[in-house]
């Protein structure tokens, strides 16, 4: 990794993940989990369904990682099997139920629809930055039908770039995207920082390498080995304010 000077009161460039960081679903992957475990009787507490969905998101950051390393792209169906499979094996770990065979009756159980919403602490935190001159823009693993999306949210406004993977062809943690929102802004690593809520936001960050801030709202650990670090972490988005101004 590079060396560089972190002078995070310095920024010019705020680049934010979209989900679970500006955007949230309702309801959420270890709710939506919970309900169909009860529709199949599974006895397990959301909690123990919330780190196995940490798990399993450690694992998505883990295969598309290999996939940027030339392994076999899986299928969405296969992909969403998997992360079932990753979350409850978690979830259920230490118990004497049999886990495969639950798993494979999950898969049978459809997923509850649900739907984005914006927390008023969102609005609040980009008419700041904005009102400070920040540029601000996006980067996420996402459809090309983010922009859509935002401009539902009623947040499209505020953004310079709204960068989608689906669209550069790019995934994190592979931090070519994030160089990407750099050129588009002409902003130097050091004078931009990307906020994000999952470990591999810290990952691709610290390829860049650029300042990181996790939003880290649970004060959930890193994953065991993970070894790189954000330079700041916040529970709350406002927060941010504690450390860019």
Known sequence: MGKYTVDVTQIRLAIFDIGQTL????????????SRCHQLTIDVALEDLKRGCRAAELWVAQTIVQEQKGAPRISDAE?????????????????NKNVDDLVKKLWSVPKPEQTWSVPPETYMVLDKLQAEGLILGIVSNFSKTLPDLCRQMGI???????????????EKPDP???????????????????VGD?????????????????????NDPLPTGFTFYPEHQISALPEIFDIIF
């Open 23 to 34: 955007l949230f679903l309702t309801p959420s992957s270890e709710e939506n989990l919970l």
């Open 79 to 95: 992909f969403d099997r998997r992360w079932d499979s990753v979350a409850l094996k978690e979830a259920l770990k230490g118990s």
């Open 156 to 170: 499209d406004d505020y953004f310079h770039f709204i960068i989608t993977s689906e669209e550069v062809g790019v």
């Open 176 to 194: 070519k995207i994030l160089r990407i929102a750099l050129q588009r802004a002409q902003v130097k690593p050091t004078a931009a920082v990307y």
């Open 198 to 218: 999952h470990p591999y936001d810290i990952l691709c960050a610290k390829r860049v390498p650029m300042p990181m801030i996790w939003f880290n709202k649970d």
